[in-house]
């Protein structure tokens, strides 16, 4: 999972997705799935979803199972077709949790 998480972050900052500053803390608070309401995709992606994962493998904790993020960036960015290498990887990442 660490390797498809790199690559993710390579690929988000080579589309110039990945921010240098978190968003302000209160749209952290959002009791919506992907936190559709406060954060645009890629700072979910990147604040939450990456954070998260990344948090768990150093703890040495298990990781989430049998989970499909891919689905929702394919909608988020459809206008996006130059975003296609991000959304390969995140299919990657969710063949990753159901092994």
């Known amino acids: 999972m660490k390797q498809h998480i790199d690559e993710l ?3 988000m900052k080579q589309h110039g997705l990945w921010q240098k ?3 302000a803390e209160e749209k952290f608070l959002s009791t919506q799935p992907f936190s559709i309401d406060t954060l645009a995709p890629e700072e979910w ?3 939450v979803f990456v954070s998260r ?3 768990m493998l150093a703890a040495g904790q298990a990781l989430p199972a049998n989970f499909e993020i891919a689905p929702y960036f ?3 960015w459809q206008a996006m ?3 296609s290498d991000v959304i390969c990887i995140l299919k990657k990442i969710d063949g990753a949790s159901k092994s």
Request: hydrophobic residues 30%; negative net charge; aromatic residues 12%.
């Open 9 to 11: 972050k390579q690929a």
């Open 45 to 47: 992606l990147q604040w």
């Open 81 to 83: 077709p130059t975003y």
């Open 53 to 55: 994962i990344e948090a």
């Open 21 to 23: 500053q978190p968003p």
């Open 74 to 76: 394919e909608q988020s």
